[in-house]
């Protein structure tokens, strides 16, 4: 059973938005921080946000800083990245991933199987 899956992706033009979803195992939502990741044809996977098991400490790259949002949704296990004035340099597929420690590295434990973004110009 995969202990983390994404949803919300889709094609959005430039300047919309759009909630990616993380729905995580009871046991991965309870202990774990949920960071968020993407990676763009011919790229290395990125860093774009990360909360902590509590969502009291929140991480986000400079190039969604102000932009995106990343929130623990308790009632319904996932965490969710509310992707605001998106941009065509946003296209990626994006992947929520689970550790122990929330980081900005790519070191986590449990990864998702991604959800495709794209924004068109």
């Known amino acids: 059973q995969a202990q983390l899956v994404e949803s919300g992706g889709g094609l959005v033009q430039a300047g919309g938005s759009l909630r990616l979803s993380c729905a995580a195992s009871?046991?991965?939502?309870?202990?774990?921080?949920i960071g968020w990741f993407r990676q763009a044809p011919g790229k290395e996977r990125e860093f774009v946000a990360a909360?902590?098991?509590?969502?009291?400490?929140?991480y986000y790259a400079d190039s969604v800083k102000g932009r995106f949002i990343i929130s623990r949704e308790n009632a319904k296990n996932t965490v969710d990245l509310q992707m605001n004035s998106l941009k065509p340099e946003d296209t990626a597929i994006y992947y929520c991933?689970?550790?122990?420690?929330?980081?900005?590295?790519?070191?986590?434990?449990?990864w998702g199987q991604g959800t495709q973004v794209t924004v068109s110009s």
């Open positions: 991933a689970a550790d122990l420690v929330v980081t900005a590295s790519t070191a986590y434990e449990y």
């Open positions: 009871t046991r991965i939502f309870s202990t774990y921080a």
């Open positions: 909360t902590s098991w509590t969502g009291g400490i929140t």
